[in-house]
Structures are given as structure tokens and as C-alpha cells.
DNA sequence: TGCCGTACGTA
DNA sequence: CGTACGTACGGCAT
């Protein structure tokens, strides 16, 4: 059967409603009703009129369930109006530039919903919605103006409804010509004579001075409209009288002026603004770019039945009579199949409750795995275990954690379009299956009868043929997927890295993830009780010194006790205030020695390292070991992360983080953890990169790489370099792989930025070879529009030749940490690789546990301690061939702490 | 309940 | 105004 897209759901409405918007004005409603501060990207840049504009857009469509729509921009400076009264919005104040940033932005959305937006040189937003709206009338369509500009109220019909802002963009007021009649007290059509008479400050035409609207309203229904009014002017006593006859000319004026023009010369027609379906693939990129994620949920809710073009899969689905499976996978033998698999992935405790497989050609098997006959678990058994059956999969490493759960295998896998999307788009956020299918395939995966949300509920599809439809639409859409993503991995050279980087390390993760680490649940207690007991001391010392009680993990309270009723100084400012954080109160505490201050960040360290603590308990396995995940597609720049928990930031720095590493021991059975890591791996990556001879001896030379460089950088001895020069050197090193400023590091190293100026250029002078590989880095990336590692991992920067500067400059220190960060994630999962591969094949029963970027953590078993050590220097030194060496540190030891060094 | 902002742990 | 992450909490909107 096919799985098709609902019909798209009219409301039961006769007439088709047209919905012309006033892009600029309603932005700019947008942009004075949101507070910037809270609207803005990682990079800088404000949202906050695109985010308001989004939203009311998106409550329109949903509401209003407009037929057709169009946005008018107003187009340039100058229009006739401005020619004909040169003072026309005179008044007006420049644009803010955080505005006029966003307009652009805006206007990228409508495109990707296929919006049409319009602008004529010369001519108001007002025009052009003036213009549609009287065709639109002609064409016996209902016309829905949304604008925050007044003169539009004279559009207003018994078919033309103005929706007018209130307050912000999200209170619209509903102008029907009763609703006009009612607030102005004429018809719509008598608007403008009433507004030429009380004019309009925000366009900078004076009124008549001393009328107001209610007068105005007077004077031309007594008089039948504005030129009754000004030829009766001299009748009209009083002051106002007087007023009208002095203002005479400036209300003719006016009038002409707000006259809306109603024949612009489009380029469209109102038939050619019906709704199309939306740039789903486009909406997706620009949202994930300004960081809507909720606004981008609720507008893909709201229109379900959106996306006409998109079509479903024609799908056989089968489910095999007891014991055909083997032939039904005899019949495809040696093609590629694409594997889908229902159940849940915790590594360890995974569950597969169903599986398709499809054939990329529009066949498809479902298996409800509860049900299996013997005959055919061993036939899926044989061929999910079969490397040489290749097949497709999407997220193959939670997938093998789900079969383990039913004692399956899952080995060939030739693609796994999660990771091959991950590598062509290493930026995204998500690689859902169905956002995949879409942009590439130009599918729906969603079908009346999908739905399975892996609860293992029985998912009937409409015609009754399989259960777990969606399990197997799913596997078409990856059978598909994995070709078209073959080719676009090909096309960014990444298929090596695929095919021989990440698709074998997901079974090294997998079997670390499996495997995890035990724990001391014990110790943890302990130390969890010596950590409240802390937290407690500590809370209990600063209400006394303040006299009351408050919450001291509210930042917001903390402030409120700090500058309000401690009147400290000011720290650095942030969206809700000033920071508290560590570093502006042990300054704060420095400057004032307020005891409050010392025992607020005691108060901190204690309740962060109880909450660790806490954290791994609750996520100990009832076989006493620790199981993290390692995401493979969440760091753009290639790393790893870890979570749930994540083992990759447990405490080290101080003395009290560093007991929690003795809660990680080595497990029965086994002898010692190892820990193995790669001496300042980044500044080697750099010093090979740049090729700069001084960086290059400095490593082969084997002394200490800061003193060597502070030798240099300071034109002493190296081993009259002190602890100070050493450390200021080590910060530079490390933030120029980063993009450090000298402002930066004027401010890490708390010297003025001169200085911080000089050091650098000092540094360069000496490393010339740093300089010129971290200029050609960005050059090159701005031409190729992308950065690459070591193995040629890339990472896209479109910003880098962004007009925004905050926008622009972050790209920048990206695509200098990103070569870098990257290669180093390379080396070691080729390590990862060479040290799992060779402790198989030298039948050793060690194995990896964890990494840590640059750290790997090995159990080690009993008698295999030296072997294990050298093996792992070996295939961590050799992970590639640079022109430094690469050095490696090893430690053993009953826990992780011990081990570590 | 869910989201955002702050704070902070790691490399 | 130094990159890359994940987690927990408070506070607020819903």
C-alpha cells in the first residue's frame, strides 16, 4: 500500500481568503515588543522581530487558514510621497541597526514557506496591499490585511478586514467597517479625511491643531466628508475653526498623502499567491540557523497536512508466512537491504520489538520478533550476523544495542545514513529519519497508519496488511536514503571516512557502551554524605552572615542579596542582571572580603560536586557498572560526547573532584584500569599543521613545550622561564588554537591589551609559520566554504563571509579550532580503532572502557598489563604519521584517579 | 510540564 | 571579545 499525505483540509470555507501582511511594519511591532536580550543566536545575532514576526505568522495561518497570501516590503527610501512632501516620516528615527539585520532574515523564512513577498520602488508596502486587495475583491476573494499602519483602515469592507496590533504582534484587533465606525465614529471610507484633519504624527503630518477624532468625526459627517469640511471651513466657529482655516493646505496635504494607491503594477497576480507547499528541507536549515526550535515545532504541528509535494512510498509489505524468511532473504542475497529496527537502545538493557527490512525496490518484510518461528530467528540471525550481507541502517549502534537485547547480531552494515548524513552536515542539530527523507528524498515518512512509537503498541495501517508500518516505511526510506547519501558523501569526500573511520568504530563504541565501567557504590555514598554535609556547613555559615535564609543556587536571589541588600559593586552584566558567577565572586570577594562571597562558592563547589555524585549513583546499573552513550554526530567539529551520564566531564581540577574518580575501579575479574593520553595533542596538531620549524623542534626536542615556547617568546634560557612566563605562555598557545583576541587574553590574563598585543606579536615573531597557517586556514575556508581535517573531515562555515560581524568572527575562530579540534578526534578514533582491532587479534580479553578526547581508558585483565601498555602507545603513537612525534602518557591503577596521572 | 538562562564540569 | 560539549537548577510560561 501507499502511505499518503492527508488531503489538505479546507475549513469549510466558500470563498477564498487572501492574507496581505505589512512585512516591514509588523517586524517592526515585533522588534519594539520583544526584548532583544532574549533573542538572540549562540552567534550574536538579534531574532527577536523575526521570532515575533515567525510567530504571528504562524498563529495567522492557523487562525485565518488563509487560501493565498503575500508580505509587502516597502522598497527604498524615497517613494512619491517623499518626493511630494519632502517631511513625510521625517521624524522618523534611523532604523535601529538590529533591526535592519533582520529584515533579510525574515525574508528568508517566507521564502523557504514559499510566501510570496513583494516590494516596488517608489511605492508603500500600503500600495501594493491596497492594490491586491481591490483585485482580490474584484475576484470575489475575502481579503485579510494584517499591518501596523493606520491609513489601511480606509481598505477596510464588508470583504476587507484590517487585523491592527494592539499590543505587541500577538493582539490583533479585528477592523471591520463596523469595528471602524465604532472606535472612529466614520466608515472606513471616511478614514482618511478624518486622519488628514487629525494627522499622523509617526508619518510627521501635523493635525489641525485642537481637533482630535472625535471632532474630526463631527465635522465630516456633518459635512458629507473632507472637502464639505474645508469648504465649510469658514462657517465652523470657534478655535478649531480658526485651527481648520489656518491648516487648510497641510490638510489637503495630508489627505493626498494617505491616500492608499490602488493600481502598483505587479508582478503578480492575486491567483499566483495561493499557499504552496513549504521548503521543508530550506525551513529546517534556516530555523537550526536562528535557533527556533520551539517556533519551528509548532509551526510543522500546526500543518500536518502541509507539504503537497512530498509523496508517500509505494510499499509491499509483507509479513512472512512461519519459515518463508529465509527465502524471501535468499532471493535478495547479496543485495543491500536496509534494516529498521522498533525497541529501545540503553546500552545494556536494549529491546527490539520489531524489524523490516526492505529492499530499496519497493518490497518490504516486518517482523514482529516475539513471534518469530525458530526456523526463521535463525535465519535473520544468520543474516543480521552475515558481514557479508551488506545493508543500510539508520543509527546502526543503537540498533545493535536494541537486537542485543534479543540476542541478535548486526554485522555488514555498508551505510549508516545517520553517520553519512552527520558527515555531509556535521552542524545539524537532528538527522531524524523523517526530516531525511524529506530533503532528500522528497518523501513524507509520516503515513495514516505510522504512528509506532515503538510502545509496542500494534500499529494497524488503514488496509490491514502489516503491523508496524511505519517500521517498515522507515526501512524503505533508508534503503533509499542510503544511496542518495552515498553519492553526497562522495561529492564531499567523505566516503573513506565513513567506510573506514566512523562505521567501524560503531562497534567499538557499541561494546564500550555495552561493557561500561564499574563503580563503587559504596565510596559514592560516603562521599555523597561528606558533600551534603558540606553543602549544609556552607549554607548554613552564609545565612548567618546575612541574616536570613535564601536560596543560594538561584542566581537570581544571589543578586538580589549581593547588589540589593549588600550593595557590592556591579559584576559583568548578562541577560537577567549581573553574573554571580565563580569568577566575578572571587573577585568580588577579593575586593570586598565579604565573607557571604567565600561561602557562596564553597556553597557552589560542595552542591556541584554532590550533584555529580548523585548523578552516577542513580545511573548505576544493578550489576554495579556505569554505562554512558558516546553520540557520534553531535560535535560538528567530529568529537565524540557522552551522556546519560556524561563520563567525559567527571571532575579532575581540584582535589575534592578528583575523589570522585576514585568511584571508577576496575571490575571483577579484571586487574587495573589504564588510562592513556596524548600529551598536548592540539598544539602537536597545530605545530604539523603550520609547519612552523621553531613549533615543529620544539616538540621533537622533547622539553617542556611552554618553557621551550616562553624561551623563545621571552629571549631567555629555557629554564629560566618562571612559572608565570610559562603559564601566560600556555594560555596564548592554547587560545590562538581557539581564535583568542588579545582583548581575550588581556582579560584571562588580567594585563592590559597592550601587553596582551605585544606577547602575541612576540610569539609570532617567533612562530611565523603559526601566523601564516592560522591566516590561510580562514582564507581558505572563506574560498572553499569549508574547513578540514586531518582526514579530510569537513566542517561548512557559511558565516564566514556573513555582513554581520558578531556572526562573521565567530565563523572565523570555528574555522581556526575546527582543523584542529577535528584532527585530534580523528587521531584517536583511529587509535580506538588499531586498539581494538589488535586486542582481538592477539586474543587479549582487555578492553576499552572510555575516551575522553584525548584520553582512553582501558580494563585491563590480568596478565596482560605490559602487553595491553604497549600495544596501546603503539597504536596511539601511529594513529598518523606527523612530522611531530606524538606522545603518550600511561598510567594503571585499581581506580580511574589512580590510573590517572 | 517544558523551555530558557545561568552556571560549571571536561577536553 | 576562546573552541567543543552535557547536566542541573531556578524561574517562568503553559
Known amino acids: 500500500m501507499a502511505a499518503r499525505l492527508a488531503p489538505v483540509t479546507d475549513q469549510a470555507r466558500t470563498r477564498p481568503l487572501l492574507l496581505l501582511i505589512d512585512g516591514h511594519s509588523m517586524a517592526y511591532r515585533a522588534f519594539f515588543a520583544l526584548p532583544v536580550e532574549n533573542f538572540s543566536t549562540r552567534t550574536g545575532q538579534p531574532t527577536n ?35 511630494q512632501y519632502p517631511a513625510y516620516k521625517g521624524t522618523r528615527d534611523a ?42 475583491q474584484a475576484d470575489g476573494m475575502d481579503v485579510l490585511v494584517c499591518t501596523g499602519d493606520r491609513d489601511a483602515l480606509q481598505l477596510v469592507g464588508d470583504d476587507v478586514t484590517v487585523l491592527y496590533p494592539r499590543k505587541g504582534v500577538s493582539d490583533l484587533v479585528r477592523f471591520t467597517p463596523e469595528a471602524v465606525q465604532e472606535k472612529y465614529g466614520v466608515p472606513p471610507a471616511s478614514y482618511p479625511d478624518l486622519a488628514a484633519l487629525v494627522g499622523e504624527s509617526s508619518d510627521n503630518l501635523p493635525g489641525v491643531p485642537g481637533v482630535g477624532p472625535k471632532t474630526a468625526a463631527k465635522w465630516i459627517l456633518a459635512h458629507g466628508g473632507l472637502d464639505g469640511v474645508l469648504a465649510a471651513a469658514p462657517t465652523i466657529t470657534g478655535k478649531a475653526g480658526e485651527s481648520l482655516r489656518a491648516c487648510a493646505d497641510q490638510v489637503r ?85 536496509a534494516v529498521e529496527v522498533a525497541g529501545t537502545s540503553a546500552p545494556g538493557r536494549g529491546d527490539a520489538w520489531a524489524l523490516a527490512v526492505a529492499d530499496g525496490a519497493d518490497h518490504a518484510v516486518v517482523l514482529e520478533l516475539a513471534e518469530l518461528s525458530p526456523d526463521d530467528e535463525g535465519a535473520l540471525a544468520r543474516w543480521l550476523g552475515d558481514s557479508a ?12 544495542h536494541a537486537l542485543a537485547g534479543r540476542g541478535l547480531p548486526l554485522a555488514g552494515v555498508a551505510v549508516d545514513t545517520l553517520l553519512a548524513s552527520y558527515l555531509c552536515h556535521p552542524d545539524q542539530r537532528s538527522y531524524d529519519l523523517a526530516d531525511l527523507s524529506i530533503r532528500h528524498l522528497r518523501r513524507e515518512l509520516r503515513s495514516e497508519a505510522t504512528a509506532d512509537d515503538g510502545q509496542g503498541a500494534l500499529d494497524l495501517s488503514l488496509d490491514g496488511t502489516s503491523p508496524h508500518h511505519g517500521t517498515a516505511l522507515r526501512a524503505a526510506a533508508v534503503a533509499e536514503l542510503g544511496d542518495v547519501l552515498e553519492e553526497e558523501l562522495a561529492d564531499r569526500g567523505a566516503t573513506q571516512l565513513l567506510r573506514d573511520l566512523e562505521l567501524p568504530l560503531v562497534d567499538v563504541l557499541a561494546g564500550m557502551e555495552r561493557t561500561g565501567i564499574a563503580a563503587d557504590r559504596d565510596y559514592l555514598d560516603g562521599l555523597e554524605r561528606e558533600f551534603a554535609a558540606a553543602v549544609a556547613d556552607a549554607a548554613a555559615e552564609a545565612y548567618a552572615v546575612i541574616g536570613r535564609e535564601v536560596n543560594l543556587g538561584s542566581p537570581k536571589q544571589l543578586q538580589e542579596v549581593l ?9 559583568k552584566k548578562i541577560k537577567t542582571g549581573w553574573t554571580t558567577d565563580a569568577a566575578s565572586l572571587a573577585d568580588l570577594f577579593e575586593r570586598t572580603q565579604h565573607p557571604f562571597l567565600a561561602h557562596v562558592l564553597a556553597h557552589r563547589d560542595a552542591s556541584r560536586l554532590r550533584q555529580t555524585v548523585e548523578g552516577l549513583i542513580r545511573s548505576i546499573d544493578d550489576d554495579g557498572r556505569i554505562r554512558t552513550t558516546f553520540q557520534q554526530t553531535i560535535a560538528a567539529t567530529g568529537r565524540l560526547s557522552s551522556t546519560d551520564p556524561n563520563l567525559q566531564n567527571i571532575p579532575i581540577r581540584t582535589e575534592a573532584g578528583r575523589q570522585i574518580r576514585r568511584a571508577f575501579v576496575v571490575g571483577e575479574g579484571y586487574d587495573v584500569l589504564l588510562t592513556a593520553d596524548y600529551s598536548q595533542i592540539e598544539m602537536r596538531i597545530m605545530a604539523h599543521l603550520s609547519g612552523d620549524p621553531g613549533l615543529i623542534d620544539a616538540f621533537r626536542s622533547g622539553e617542556d613545550l611552554h618553557s621551550y615556547v616562553g624561551a623563545r617568546v621571552f629571549g631567555v634560557a629555557t629554564d629560566e622561564v618562571t612559572a608565570a612566563q610559562r603559564s601566560k605562555i600556555k594560555a596564548m598557545s592554547y587560545g590562538l588554537a581557539y581564535g583568542l583576541s588579545s582583548f581575550g587574553l588581556s582579560k584571562q590574563l588580567n594585563i592590559s591589551v597592550g601587553e596582551a598585543a605585544a606577547l602575541m606579536e612576540d610569539y609570532f615573531d617567533r612562530f611565523g609559520g603559526v601566523r ?70 592477539e586474543g587479549l580479553r582487555s578492553r576499552l572502557l572510555l575516551q575522553v578526547h584525548d584520553e582512553l581508558v582501558l580494563e585491563v585483565a590480568p596478565g596482560e598489563r605490559d602487553a595491553v601498555e604497549q600495544l596501546v602507545r603503539q597504536e596511539m603513537g601511529a594513529a598518523a604519521p606527523l612530522s611531530v612525534p606524538l606522545d603518550v602518557s600511561v598510567g594503571v591503577g585499581g581506580s580511574w584517579h589512580e590510573a590517572g596521572h
Open 95 to 136: 532604523t535601529p541597526q538590529e533591526f535592519q539585520g533582520q529584515v533579510p532574515l525574515i525574508r528568508e523564512i517566507l521564502e523557504t514557506m514559499r510566501i510570496t513577498t513583494l516590494q516596488r520602488e517608489g511605492f508603500e508596502a500600503d500600495d501594493i496591499i491596497a492594490t491586491l486587495s481591490t483585485q482580490a
Open 253 to 337: 496635504v495630508n489627505r493626498m498623502l494617505n491616500a492608499a494607491v490602488r493600481d502598483v503594477e505587479l508582478p503578480v497576480a492575486v491567483g499566483d499567491l495561493a499557499a504552496r507547499p513549504w521548503d521543508r528541507e530550506a525551513m529546517h536549515q534556516v530555523f537550526d540557523a536562528l535557533e527556533f526550535r520551539t517556533l519551528r515545532e509548532r509551526l510543522f504541528a500546526m500543518v500536518p497536512e502541509e507539504v503537497g509535494e512530498a509523496e508517500g512510498f509505494q510499499l509491499d509489505v509483507v509479513s512472512p508466512a512461519a519459515g518463508a524468511l529465509a527465502s524471501w532473504l535468499e532471493a535478495r542475497h547479496g543485495r543491500r537491504l
Open 49 to 83: 522581530a523575526v521570532y515575533g514576526f515567525t510567530a504571528m505568522l504562524a498563529n495567522l495561518l492557523r487562525d485565518e487558514a488563509p487560501t493565498h497570501v503575500a508580505v509587502a516590503f516597502d522598497a527604498g527610501r524615497t517613494t512619491f510621497r517623499t518626493e
Open 389 to 400: 550481507q551488506p545493508k543500510s541502517v539508520h543509527g546502526a549502534k543503537d540498533a545493535m
Open 563 to 571: 547588589f540589593d541588600q549588600l550593595q557590592m559593586p556591579k559584576t
Open 772 to 841: 601564516t597557517y592560522l591566516a590561510g586556514v580562514v582564507d581558505e575556508a572563506r574560498r572553499t566554504g569549508y574547513t578540514a581535517t586531518i582526514l579530510g573531515r569537513r566542517r561548512y562555515l557559511p558565516d564566514l563571509t556573513s555582513d554581520n560581524r558578531q556572526r562573521r568572527e565567530m565563523a572565523e575562530r570555528m574555522a581556526l579550532n575546527a582543523p584542529i579540534q577535528g584532527s585530534a578526534a580523528d587521531l584517536i578514533k583511529v587509535a580506538m580503532l588499531g586498539v581494538d582491532r589488535r586486542l582481538r587479534d
